[in-house]
């Protein structure tokens, strides 16, 4: 008899820890989502922390997570996460993006440029992907394939500034490129402009 009725604890017991547990994990999560809207991304990333603490295989803590490590300028921190998550999603545009934005902020242009390809190969509308492929080339010094990327960019999106700002220091860095090989070849015009516009 004894034995029965501590199987009856254990049957009705279990549910509410279990509850319990479940109600812990969603008021952390929820208060961490405040602190990241609030910017506070320290307060955020401990919440977080609770959160996998309680729920290790909650794969949205590790998305959030990574977005806060990012605000923090911890960006292998936050490829850590969000690679975390990919593993699991591989077809969500939003999470090659963002890893590739923390890649091209960690001067890993390669793996940016190849999150991007990825993000595009999902989503071809994605206009900001073109833009941040777009530098990623750009600082690898491809400047054609970084000026098309800005004008698929525009194509998209034709009163985006920033696209055209992009694609203006891709002409200037390509000019500058072109003057000072004319001034190698010995066009004296040329040294000069490169000189000139060089130094601006």
């Not at 501590?6 to 989502?33: A, W, Y």
């Not at 500058?176 to 040294?191: M, R, T, W």
């Amino acid at each position: 008899m004894r034995v029965f009725l501590t199987m009856i604890i254990f049957i009705f017991v279990m549910p509410n820890i279990s509850l319990s547990i479940e109600d812990k994990v969603n008021k952390h999560f929820q208060k961490g989502n405040e602190y990241f809207n609030e910017g506070n991304y320290d307060k955020a990333i401990e919440e977080y922390n609770r959160v996998i603490m309680a729920k290790p295989d909650f794969l949205e803590v590790f998305y959030n997570r990574g977005l806060a490590f990012f605000k923090k300028g911890k960006y292998g921190d936050s490829i850590k996460d969000l690679s975390r998550v990919i593993i699991v999603d591989t077809n969500d545009a939003e999470l090659y993006f963002h890893r590739g934005l923390a890649y091209l902020q960690n001067k890993e242009y390669d793996r940016a440029i190849d999150d991007y390809n990825k993000t595009l190969s999902i989503n071809p509308r994605y206009a900001d992907a073109y833009v941040n492929r777009g530098i990623a080339y750009a600082k690898k010094d491809m400047l054609d394939k970084a000026i098309e990327d800005y004008n698929m960019a525009i194509n998209l999106r034709p009163k985006d500034i920033h696209s055209y700002y992009s694609r203006g220091v891709a002409y200037f860095k390509k000019a500058l490129s072109d003057f000072a090989k004319s001034c190698e070849n010995g066009i004296e015009q040329a040294c000069i402009d490169f000189k000139k516009y060089s130094e601006k």
